[in-house]
């Protein structure tokens, strides 16, 4: 694509025009267009994509480069695979820039003679190809442990077997490895194949993220493990065949978090009929087994929680209480009340519906003369509060009892009776301090499902405008997830977390101050994350958002987290678009990006 | 003794101020000076009148052929590693077959990881030829620098912890600028007046010179967001800002949401340069001890120092020769938040402000005194010519 641009009159023209020239005759938005497309031929160059031999020439430059270069085998179970499948899938291993590599083929027992016969030839023409061909079908975990058995490698990677590598997969885990050789596993993101080889839905995933992998099944391929780690967790389960490289993710996360992503496409899944690339609805039992394995999992933390699957989307899975646990922490709400006494009247009107037991404790900061008579509220006033949120929320949290603090906008409204059991819920995962529900306009559209940092706006509410039924991009609506930020709207935080970090910052005069508060719980280790459940209505106005900007604040937070910005958002991949929280794909950048790969077929 | 400096930019800028000061007080010790810069030569004259031959780096060839010619021992010192400066210096050592000098006054690994957004360590990992393409000759390259400090005959730093970035362990030599105490004088009667422009006789005013660029950004933002909340929270703080801006940073908008409150002049004669500090009431250098500005000196820091007014500055480089409550104010995170703090002080505390400002004064006259520091580096090139190891390297 680069050559064909560089090639063509609109490229040769760019490099020699001044824009500036041309502002005078063109629109500002093809002015912006032609300032992309230089800079894309630019990156281009600096990248030295031009072409494949130069592409090789990088590789082995890379290579050479490595400190070491640890042997990494990868595991290839067949079962009835179609020969011109198997054949590519090969061929992308053996193609590999990477040198160091075994590839061990396990026939799963196909009595299939040809199948047979080309994976003898695959491994008898190259010495770093093995194979054993299982006389019986016992499932691909059975057979993946078969190939794990025949490993030498000190990493172990999985290959489905009508999948292929990118060429520069283990070139780029090799990589990771070197920079942190304390690594145990390294995942990075995929996209799909058709049987045309056609490439299509790239996955872009976040870093790890063990509280999303209760939800969805996100990491997938191309996973690398080390080979101790995974013959420490037991290999695969065949109780789980068909999700069975999910569920020994599960187990392998609870012996290490030394867990790396790398945000690059490394990995080709093929969508064939059948497989789950196809498709969420193409395998059966997994809408059992995932929940199943999720469980097991969260009984194994020692969490006080279960995993059901979700009522109508396929493939996530949602939390929900373990069956006659006994709850144990408490919630009290505070709330800073606005001007609008209206506001506040609805909110409590609708806390006090869900008839919530126990009764949460309710606590109401306002200035002098602010205060209402309704007895089951505790009303706080001080002449300070005024519009400084960040103090009222504070006075509020001095005042309250309960093991956790439920801070609230005057403009919510509670809908779900359950509201603060899920979100205690939520907060007793392990390592989790601070909880933000999905907040959702009237008319049913997302006002946000958590926070980013980093983009064009320093925090962004995430998936603002989307579906609240939908599924966000892979689940990302409908399961619980990290973030680096929650709002105050609604954020439910320990109480012992929130007086570790000092409580908000009260320099902030009227915002901010929540997403600088997460951030001080992630410097001490504590996460924040997004709970799909419960959802509460937002009732504000756009013109109520822009009145309430305040930039002043704005800059004390980038000022605050201004090394946290540069890094980005490492719940939210840096091939996303910044121009929003909506995980739209990223413009040039992602043409850059897909520049980077085969770009035939592409669409 | 012939000793050519290799300017990394043009010479009337940033350090090239130094570069000048270096070079009257090496020629007014017998060395034969030359001065190359970027661009026109006749810029230095804005600083003032050498006394030794300025030239561009486009006429160093002919200065070769000039110095072999007329035969002595020659040093080169290349002013920073950065890849314009490494090549004009190894193609002049090269042909005069003299050894070379490198002055490091930046982390230049730092300024190559935040212009390239990437680690040195990934960066160093690029294959060649896409290092050579990244596009720059103004700063590093991140495998030839190494060489080069490797095999210079000895290197000199504006701040000690910089040695860390010597390489190949060469015999090294603090160089710390000077300052010229009579110009910048405290009581001086300045051209310029609060009154010219518009500031209040109630105002307290901070006075900072200086490019924002990519590199300082943040710690930029800082100052400016300082300024703001202490207006917030009802001081009648004013900062002037003297040069050029390019804002940008993580959020280009939050510099522009606090910046209507700082009077931006733009760039100005740098003659004029003592008579708008001498409108301060105080000066900030912000930014944090990082990696960043623990090796470097920034060359207005001499300055303000001079000027007798309190200063605030990071608890590194030369803050660690400073003393907090006597001669400055020094900052630990270097954020707005503490920026604020430390102003605040000074507002509440005239005898504290007077007080820092004349130890600053003090410690000007003490530590910065050009023909001392001019002659402890002539010392040092002539070790350098003397050595043996020199004459190996060259």
Known sequence: MLRRLRESSLGRLLPFTDLRVLKSHLPPRVIGFLRRLRELARRGRNLDLQSPAARRAAAQEAVAALPSQPLISLVLPTYKTELRYLREAVESVRAQQYPEWELVIVDDGSGEPKLSREIEALAAADARIKCELLAENGGISAASNAGLRLCTGEFVGFLDHDDKLTPNALLAVAQALAADPELDVVYSDSDKITIANVRADPFLKPDWSPVYALGAMYIGHLLVVRLAVAEAAGGFDSAYDTIQDFEFMLRVSERTDRIHHIPQILYHWRAIPGSIAAGTDQKSGVEVLQPQAVSAHLERLGAAARAIPHPTIPHRAVLAPTNGAAPTATASIVIAAGPARRDLDRLLTSIFAQNSEPEPEVIVVAPPGGAGEDERVKWVTDEGVGSNRARANNLGAAAAEGTHLLFLAPELEVVDADWIEQLLLHASLPGVAAVGPMLVRPDNTVEQAGVAIGLRDPAAPMLAGGDANGDGYYGSMPCAREVSALSSDCMLVSREAFGSVGGFDELYASEYEDFDLCRRLAQRGLKAVYAPRPRLLIHRTDAAKLAATDVVDRALFVDNWYDDLLRGDPYFNPNFSRKAADYAPAGWRNAIYRAAAPLKGIR | ?394
């Open chain 2, 1 to 394: 003794m012939n000793l050519v400096f290799v300017y990394f930019g043009p010479l009337d800028v940033n350090s090239g101020i130094q570069a000048f000061h270096f070079g009257n007080e090496l020629t007014d010790l017998g060395w034969n000076v030359t001065l190359a810069g970027l661009g026109d030569p006749r810029r230095i004259e804005a600083v003032g009148q050498p006394k030794f031959e300025c030239i561009s780096h486009d006429d160093l060839d002919a200065k070769a052929k000039q110095l072999a010619g007329q035969g002595g021992e020659t040093i080169v010192c290349a002013w920073t590693p950065r890849e314009r400066v490494r090549k004009l210096t190894m193609k002049l050592v090269g042909e005069l077959r003299a050894p070379y000098t490198i002055h490091l006054e930046d982390n230049e690994d730092y300024l190559l990881e935040s212009g390239a957004k990437m680690t040195m360590a990934e960066l160093q990992r690029l294959p060649l030829r896409a290092q050579d393409r990244l596009g720059t000759t103004e700063l590093i390259h991140p495998t030839h620098y190494v060489e080069f400090l490797r095999g210079a005959a000895g290197v000199t730093v504006i701040t000690e912890e910089l040695n860390e970035f010597n390489f190949g362990e060469r015999p090294h030599h603090v160089a710390r600028p000077g300052i010229d105490t009579e110009r910048f004088d405290p009581d001086r009667t300045p051209s310029v007046t609060r009154e010219q422009l518009g500031l209040r006789p109630e105002d307290f005013v901070l006075v900072y010179h200086g490019t924002i660029h990519y590199a300082n950004q943040h710690e930029m933002l800082s100052l400016y967001l300082a300024v703001k909340l202490l207006q917030r929270r009802g001081h009648p703080v004013k900062l002037v800002r003297l040069g050029h801006s390019e804002f940008g940073g993580v959020d280009p908008r939050a510099f522009r949401g606090v910046s209507d409150g700082v009077l931006e002049l733009g760039r100005v004669d740098w003659q004029l340069m003592p008579d708008y500090l001498s409108l301060a009431d105080a000066f900030v250098q912000p930014g944090a001890a990082d990696d960043f500005n623990r090796y470097r000196l920034p060359s207005k820091l001499p300055e303000f120092l001079a000027m007798g007014r309190p200063v605030v500055l990071p608890d590194c480089n030369i803050g660690h020769d400073l003393t907090h409550g006597e001669n400055a104010l020094l900052l630990k995170q270097g954020n707005a938040v503490e920026i604020m703090a430390r102003i605040e002080e000074l507002i509440a505390d005239p005898a504290l402000a007077a007080r820092l400002g004349a130890g600053a004064r003090r410690f000007a006259l003490e530590q910065l005194s050009w023909p001392d520091n001019g002659a402890g580096l002539g010392d040092f090139y002539r070790g350098l010519i003397a050595s043996p190891a020199a004459s190996a390297t060259a």
